[in-house]
């Protein structure tokens, strides 16, 4: 049988590569630019050709191949020799439970091929064990970015021309799905390395080896060590940092090609969600109504409530959409809150079938009008009363974003009249007035919570965060910012004593976000922080990182104040206390936690 | 108070005329022609010009204003003045319960003001009266037509541009609403006067008046009268001709400008469907799916039934809107059968909303195809259930027009397969071996059924009619045609003894129906046979005067045959056997028609 098999085999792969040659089209960019490869990959892929040629002059230097141990807090440059990088055993120092990175990197001269990291398992000298299922690679990959503001003032805007920018691959996707790659003469390439450490592991000295190796053999063997504490860190579920990263299950239906909400789409949005859960997300996002931004990312927000106007005038809502996302999310174990989007949109129109012509209708109306009042009072009595049934009430919140105070007083009323034990949320401005009406209230990174007005309303279990947006040059999270301004946002959190991080997009895709990240409105990677193909990032990695921190920060804090221990507590705020925005130009945030990841590891 | 309610008075009228100058704007016809009035007029309006000028030599002739009977089997050319008017009595036959009609003409060589005509209550010597109820009056207006396609071969076909037929005035819709009229100088106005005849009436002869007149008084008097025959004809509800003129709702929503399945659409629709009952309509036109006929009119037909794919892949069919239009429809007396259409639309595409996507989507799939068998049949099975909770499932066919043998065979096995019991209808080609399937078949005037075959089906309970299309030159109920030619249907059916015609538009206006006729395709006039405003038209009128004159006929056939008079018989078939439609061209309809008024109204 066996030559038979063999032939098969071949005529199969023959046939689905004419099959994919004949039927699929190339991809283009958000821009325009044809991608040399059929749309949306999910394994395989291309970068786009690097837009800046490699100087010999830089790489004549270069002898052979060059392997070591970069930092996590450097995006290697494709066109670059890799600078400073090391051999000698790199040691991370790790509670149990914590995930800690390095990366390896390898510049060549010359081309290789099969270029692969290989990590083993890490193992003690009393015989303790971290198994490579501990342990994740990634490559990372070359992603199109652009840059800030012309003025250096953020990252908002519109951007049609995406030649006013500058354009550079930048090292951001971490690429777990393809195995080993091809590297082009004078290029760099760097391995994310990931361990986490199992929660039940021996405080000690973890070592082992990462060999680099192309298809010629060996390139070189980096040695690896993890120092685990004797300190605890929880599994991310259990963790009290409320990160809300919004998800976007429409850009992956369509990057799927599947139909939303089908069973292949559960299957697919698994994945994403996944890498949300692990890196500590609370909040569910749901869309009540058509277009809460309108239509703001590429992939807009359709309703999960179906809208509909009975032909005899009656208004129904169908709630089956929001409990199979809802559903899907609380599997996984994102089960804390859900917010819901949004009562007051930015356009305020709203989308309905209407059942006698037979047609999507929209009906524009605002808070404090009849129609408003009379149709969102429907909805909501209905909502509260469904939210009830499912035991989800008490999770769920009404949720703003950015609005006059005026509108918001009256939304607030509409939603009392129709069920006072409603929770809301609101990310915007800090209005004093609001802040006892909102569950949870997140605030832009320049306004300042009182934090003693933080503490009395965590202590009524309402949760306060802060957020990013376009807006700040830095820290930020655009596929172009330093890593470390990730990692920042937890400590910032920490210091400032808020309960978490918001930031409006976890996956909120360009056309092809593996390949370019540009959009037509702000700053490059604003729209997501993952990427297809259930691939995490350098951003996302150190956004989680910062998660760990703030939750390490609050350990200590409790215990330090248990144990009355002072001198500790005093360390540990002072470390905190350079986490201030301002002073992120004279001092990169890479720098300042390096500091404070000393203080929080201190044996 | 008077004086105060008389400048309130004036200020609201020029209130009112300044509000509808200022926002009404002006309408046009299909063609893009400015109206020179607001859009969609239903109370007074103006007719477009008249594309031929008055023949000076022809009016020279025409001393004074000419008023006098004339002929329902003429349309009065607006510029002419009538010819062959008579002044003296004009004696119309009747049986009770029998509508019979007039014209009276008015020719003018000179502007007149308020020309009206009053028509008083009829009188008989024994004291019987037909009082003023029983009599109807309205000008008969003139709106634009076109004619035949120039090869004298029926009008079939598109028509984008109006110019290469030969555009004219043409009388054809009554306009009951208008009380009086100016009239230009060389212009010729009809009237149409019917007299419903009272069922509980004696026999005997009824006499009175009708007055013609303008602003300065009388122009003219015209003796009328109404001979009552000893002969009763049943109300149009009681009558066994089958009637069949599709109703197209969603015009009349348009053209009343409001919105569908509305209170407000309900009580606009009312008028035209008692002109629909009044005429002996037996059918209601259910369409069960979104265009049904590729939205080939000006309004198209939207889906009666809602079609929902719900998010988990079931369907679900909603009957608000059906129940909504055939309770109203039965309410009125329309109560004898519901034709669905369809499920082999002309399209074989599907219109549905479809929840995952929050938006409307189509499906296409033909008959015997996996995905059309599988909604279809949902489709039907849910109908039919839903049919039979109302009471209406006996009444009620799947109805098909025009599709090959093969797909109508497989459209069977699907219906059989929901429920054995369903009724079908086919407007269409006579298959032989359909015939007994179909429960009412329509066949074009062309196909002859045998006879025997159709007694066989009124046996079985069975309906067997035939219709006119585009496809005709004559008999027709154009705008242009001979009023008679639509008279001539009831009769041919007669003939035949078929149950009834069929035609496939009772209202599918145009965009401006009372002003021009023509649209861009078929010939004009093609599309609807009443007019918005509830109004009649000469065609509607005679069609009317068919089904009586079928039902006439078919009384006298039972009474004859009852009596074993044979002889009586036999000159009932040979005028008859003169309505044969390749004679029209040398014999008109009108001349026949006028024999055999004679033969059905004989003592």
């Given at each position: 049988m066996k030559p038979l098999f063999r032939l098969c085999t071949a005529l199969a792969v023959l046939l689905s590569t004419f099959h994919l040659s004949a039927v699929a089209q190339e991809g283009v960019t958000h821009s325009g630019r044809p991608t040399g490869q059929p749309p949306y990959p999910l394994t395989d892929y291309r970068e786009l050709p690097n837009p800046v040629t490699p100087d010999p002059a830089l790489w004549h230097e270069v002898g052979g191949v060059r392997v070591g141990w970069g930092s996590t807090d450097v995006r290697y440059a494709k066109e670059r020799p890799a600078e400073g990088l090391s051999q000698k055993t790199l040691t991370l120092t790790a509670w149990r439970g914590e995930r800690v990175s390095a990366q390896a990197v390898v510049s060549t001269p010359r081309d290789l091929r099969g270029v692969r990291f290989r990590v083993g398992e890490l193992t003690s000298p009393k015989g303790g064990r971290i198994t490579a299922d501990h342990i994740f690679t990634g490559f990372v990959r070359y992603v199109m970015t652009d840059e800030l503001n012309k003025d250096g003032r953020g990252g908002c805007g519109y951007r049609p021309d995406n030649s006013l920018f500058d354009s550079t691959l930048v090292a951001d996707p971490i690429d777990h799905l393809t195995l080993s790659l091809a590297m082009d003469a004078q290029t760099s390439q760097a391995c994310w390395i990931r361990v986490w450490v199992p929660s039940g592991m021996a405080a000690g000295r973890y070592t082992g080896t990462v060999r680099v190796e192309d298809a010629d053999g060996l390139l070189g063997e980096l040695p690896l060590a993890v120092e685990v504490l004797d300190r605890e860190l929880p599994q991310p579920r259990d963790w009290k940092f409320h990160l809300d990263l919004w998800q976007n299950p429409y850009a992956v239906a369509r990057y799927h090609r599947v139909e939303p909400w089908s069973e292949e789409h559960i299957a697919a949005l698994r994945p994403y969600m996944e890498l949300y859960r692990d890196a500590g997300g609370k909040s569910v996002t749901a869309s009540i109504m058509h277009k809460p931004w309108n239509g703001q990312t590429h992939d807009y927000f359709e309703s999960m409530v179906t809208w509909v106007k009975r032909v005899d005038g009656t208004w129904y809502f169908d709630y089956a959409i929001f409990d199979k996302w809802v559903e899907m999310m609380f599997s996984l174990g994102i089960d804390k809150q859900i917010n819901c989007?949004?009562?007051?949109?930015?356009?305020l129109t709203y989308r309905y079938f209407d059942q006698a012509t037979n047609s999507m209708r929209d009906f524009s109306s605002a808070p404090g009008e009849e129609l408003y009042d009379k149709v969102w009072g429907e909805m909501l009595t209905s909502f509260a009363e469904h939210l009830k049934q499912k035991g989800w009430f008490e999770k769920t919140l009404i949720s703003m974003d950015e609005r006059p105070e005026e509108v918001m007083q009256r939304t607030l009323h509409i939603i009392r009249k129709a069920d006072p034990g409603f929770k809301i949320s609101l990310a915007g401005v800090l209005h004093e007035s609001l802040a006892d009406e909102l569950d949870d209230y997140c605030v832009s990174l320049n306004m300042k919570f009182k934090k003693e007005e933080i503490e009395k309303r965590r202590a009524e279990g309402r949760v306060t965060t802060f957020y990013t947006s376009c807006?700040?040059?830095?820290p930020n999270t655009f596929t172009f910012c330093p890593p470390a301004e990730c990692e920042w946002m937890g400590w910032y959190a920490a210091r400032e004593r808020l309960d978490g991080y918001l930031r409006w997009a976890l996956n909120s895709w360009v056309l092809e976000p593996l390949l370019d990240s540009r959009f037509h409105t702000w700053a490059a990677g604003d729209t997501y922080l993952i990427y297809p193909g259930g691939r995490t990032s350098v951003r996302f990695e150190r956004l989680m990182e910062g998660a760990q921190a703030w939750e390490k920060v609050r350990i200590l804090r409790e215990e330090y104040t248990r144990k009355g221990n002072k001198s500790a507590l005093k360390r540990l705020e002072k470390v905190l206390s350079a986490f201030d925005e301002t002073t992120l130009v004279e001092r990169s945030a890479a720098e300042v936690i390096r500091v404070a990841r000393r203080e929080v590891n201190r044996r």
């Amino acid at each position: 049988m066996k030559p038979l098999f063999r032939l098969c085999t071949a005529l199969a792969v023959l046939l689905s590569t004419f099959h994919l040659s004949a039927v699929a089209q190339e991809g283009v960019t958000h821009s325009g630019r044809p991608t040399g490869q059929p749309p949306y990959p999910l394994t395989d892929y291309r970068e786009l050709p690097n837009p800046v040629t490699p100087d010999p002059a830089l790489w004549h230097e270069v002898g052979g191949v060059r392997v070591g141990w970069g930092s996590t807090d450097v995006r290697y440059a494709k066109e670059r020799p890799a600078e400073g990088l090391s051999q000698k055993t790199l040691t991370l120092t790790a509670w149990r439970g914590e995930r800690v990175s390095a990366q390896a990197v390898v510049s060549t001269p010359r081309d290789l091929r099969g270029v692969r990291f290989r990590v083993g398992e890490l193992t003690s000298p009393k015989g303790g064990r971290i198994t490579a299922d501990h342990i994740f690679t990634g490559f990372v990959r070359y992603v199109m970015t652009d840059e800030l503001n012309k003025d250096g003032r953020g990252g908002c805007g519109y951007r049609p021309d995406n030649s006013l920018f500058d354009s550079t691959l930048v090292a951001d996707p971490i690429d777990h799905l393809t195995l080993s790659l091809a590297m082009d003469a004078q290029t760099s390439q760097a391995c994310w390395i990931r361990v986490w450490v199992p929660s039940g592991m021996a405080a000690g000295r973890y070592t082992g080896t990462v060999r680099v190796e192309d298809a010629d053999g060996l390139l070189g063997e980096l040695p690896l060590a993890v120092e685990v504490l004797d300190r605890e860190l929880p599994q991310p579920r259990d963790w009290k940092f409320h990160l809300d990263l919004w998800q976007n299950p429409y850009a992956v239906a369509r990057y799927h090609r599947v139909e939303p909400w089908s069973e292949e789409h559960i299957a697919a949005l698994r994945p994403y969600m996944e890498l949300y859960r692990d890196a500590g997300g609370k909040s569910v996002t749901a869309s009540i109504m058509h277009k809460p931004w309108n239509g703001q990312t590429h992939d807009y927000f359709e309703s999960m409530v179906t809208w509909v106007k009975r032909v005899d005038g009656t208004w129904y809502f169908d709630y089956a959409i929001f409990d199979k996302w809802v559903e899907m999310m609380f599997s996984l174990g994102i089960d804390k809150q859900i917010n819901c989007y949004s009562m007051v949109p930015w356009k305020l129109t709203y989308r309905y079938f209407d059942q006698a012509t037979n047609s999507m209708r929209d009906f524009s109306s605002a808070p404090g009008e009849e129609l408003y009042d009379k149709v969102w009072g429907e909805m909501l009595t209905s909502f509260a009363e469904h939210l009830k049934q499912k035991g989800w009430f008490e999770k769920t919140l009404i949720s703003m974003d950015e609005r006059p105070e005026e509108v918001m007083q009256r939304t607030l009323h509409i939603i009392r009249k129709a069920d006072p034990g409603f929770k809301i949320s609101l990310a915007g401005v800090l209005h004093e007035s609001l802040a006892d009406e909102l569950d949870d209230y997140c605030v832009s990174l320049n306004m300042k919570f009182k934090k003693e007005e933080i503490e009395k309303r965590r202590a009524e279990g309402r949760v306060t965060t802060f957020y990013t947006s376009c807006t700040e040059p830095r820290p930020n999270t655009f596929t172009f910012c330093p890593p470390a301004e990730c990692e920042w946002m937890g400590w910032y959190a920490a210091r400032e004593r808020l309960d978490g991080y918001l930031r409006w997009a976890l996956n909120s895709w360009v056309l092809e976000p593996l390949l370019d990240s540009r959009f037509h409105t702000w700053a490059a990677g604003d729209t997501y922080l993952i990427y297809p193909g259930g691939r995490t990032s350098v951003r996302f990695e150190r956004l989680m990182e910062g998660a760990q921190a703030w939750e390490k920060v609050r350990i200590l804090r409790e215990e330090y104040t248990r144990k009355g221990n002072k001198s500790a507590l005093k360390r540990l705020e002072k470390v905190l206390s350079a986490f201030d925005e301002t002073t992120l130009v004279e001092r990169s945030a890479a720098e300042v936690i390096r500091v404070a990841r000393r203080e929080v590891n201190r044996r």
